[in-house]
């Protein structure tokens, strides 16, 4: 942070999952005139990758539907098991992992 780098003057960018606010501070004091907010946050940019792995039929895989996984040199397939005994979860609970 500024503050702790000996600087009270700075930018704070909050970026929380629905909106990203940019607020100016000057010798500590919040600049109220100059904060702007954006709707870019996380919710958006996870919904825009999941839109580009979905045009690049790139499969999302839930963590907990794998067994093992191995190594492999860069740009080769990946190299995983899936598990063979797989618990029930609920539809909600699968969506939101493959969501993480």
């Known amino acids: 942070t500024a503050f702790a780098n000996g600087r009270s003057t700075g930018l704070v960018l909050d970026s929380g999952a629905t909106h990203t606010t940019a607020i100016p501070v000057h010798d500590g004091y919040v600049l109220q005139q100059g904060i702007v907010k954006s709707p870019l946050a996380g ?18 895989t ?18 995983w098991k899936r598990k063979e005994k797989m618990s029930l979860v609920t539809k909600s609970w699968h969506n939101y992992m493959c969501n993480e």
């Open 43 to 60: 919710d958006f940019i996870s919904m825009q990758c999941r839109e580009l792995f979905q045009e690049m039929s790139v499969e999302i």
């Open 62 to 79: 839930p963590p907990y539907t794998i067994a093992s996984k191995e190594p492999v040199r860069e740009g080769a397939s990946p190299n």
